[in-house]
């Protein structure tokens, strides 16, 4: 991800985006052949479980921190969302919101784009959990996204673990850095949201629903999907073919 990318005018940006876009594209390509190796995923997750006691270091049920990193952040996201569509709906005419439309269209279709896409992944790649595979006390054994399940398994229900859904609508807001026309509140917004987003990915690896992989693909997939969402709308505003 190039944080120093810049809106640098409407005539510049489309090419700038084509070619960021490609970039982001092969580096999701990459991460994801990457982490076919195993390895990688299985050693960072075993920092977060106790074998000895055959546990999570961090247990599911505490109710402050599933808030915090659960619950308390779905519900704020959805605040949000909600605030920003209210305010293109009803306040588009106000200086403000003119100023900035395109930022916060960006921001919106992002908001709504990342988690559906994503969501619709993880419907379809049927890739377990860490709690859900016996190296960490499950039934399931361990596959990554493009390996097939042994044939002497017999899988019961699907699972949906990758790419990790509830960290979408944090790098969603990756999008913020686009909404922003000062250099310094861009950088701001994009660091605050990266380490907010990570906050919540970590504690979801470190009850066992997520592996390293999971988060890292949703990351590198809202960013992608940010820069697309961002190259179309400045070429709607401007009027030009993206």
Same mark, same amino acid.
């Given at each position: 991800?190039?944080?120093?990318?810049?809106?640098?005018?409407?005539?510049?940006?489309?090419?700038?985006?084509?070619?960021?876009?490609?970039?982001s594209?092969?580096?999701?390509?990459?991460?994801?052949?990457?982490?076919?190796?195993?390895?990688?995923?299985?050693?960072?997750?075993?920092?977060?479980? +106790?074998?000895?006691?055959?546990?999570?270091?961090?247990?599911?049920?505490?109710?402050?921190?599933?808030?915090?990193?659960?619950?308390?952040?779905?519900?704020?996201?959805?605040?949000?969302?909600?605030?920003?569509?209210?305010?293109?709906?009803?306040?588009?005419?106000?200086?403000?919101i003119?100023?900035?439309?395109p930022?916060?269209?960006?921001v919106?279709?992002?908001?709504?784009?990342?988690?559906?896409?994503?969501?619709?992944?993880?419907?379809?790649?049927n890739?377990?959990?860490?709690?859900d595979?016996?190296?960490?006390?499950?039934?399931?054994?361990?596959?990554?996204v493009?390996?097939?399940?042994?044939?002497?398994?017999?899988?019961?229900?699907k699972v949906?673990c990758?790419?990790?859904?509830?960290?979408?609508?944090?790098?969603?807001?990756?999008?913020?850095?686009?909404?922003?026309?000062?250099?310094? +509140?861009?950088?701001?917004?994009?660091?605050?949201?990266?380490?907010?987003?990570?906050?919540i990915?970590?504690?979801?690896?470190?009850?066992?629903?997520?592996?390293?992989?999971?988060?890292?693909a949703?990351?590198?997939?809202?960013?992608l999907?940010?820069?697309?969402?961002?190259?179309?709308?400045?070429?709607?505003?401007?009027?030009?073919?993206?």
């Amino acid at each position: 991800m190039n944080h120093g990318l810049h809106l640098k005018g409407e005539s510049a940006i489309i090419p700038e985006m084509k070619k960021q876009i490609a970039i982001s594209a092969f580096i999701v390509i990459f991460s994801l052949l990457l982490f076919e190796w195993r390895g990688i995923d299985l050693w960072f997750q075993d920092l977060f479980y +106790n074998f000895e006691l055959k546990r999570w270091i961090v247990n599911r049920d505490k109710a402050v921190l599933k808030f915090l990193f659960y619950d308390g952040m779905k519900i704020v996201f959805i605040l949000f969302v909600s605030a920003l569509l209210i305010a293109l709906l009803f306040f588009r005419k106000k200086k403000g919101i003119c100023e900035y439309k395109p930022g916060l269209f960006i921001v919106l279709y992002s908001c709504l784009a990342v988690p559906l896409i994503v969501g619709g992944l993880k419907a379809v790649t049927n890739t377990p959990c860490p709690r859900d595979i016996t190296r960490y006390g499950g039934a399931t054994p361990y596959v990554t996204v493009l390996e097939k399940y042994p044939e002497t398994f017999r899988q019961g229900e699907k699972v949906e673990c990758y790419p990790a859904g509830h960290a979408s609508g944090g790098f969603a807001l990756l999008s913020l850095y686009f909404l922003f026309k000062r250099k310094r +509140n861009r950088h701001i917004a994009f660091v605050s949201v990266f380490v907010m987003s990570w906050m919540i990915g970590t504690y979801k690896m470190m009850i066992g629903d997520h592996f390293l992989s999971h988060t890292v693909a949703t990351m590198l997939l809202a960013w992608l999907v940010i820069l697309i969402i961002t190259k179309r709308v400045h070429a709607y505003f401007k009027g030009v073919d993206p």
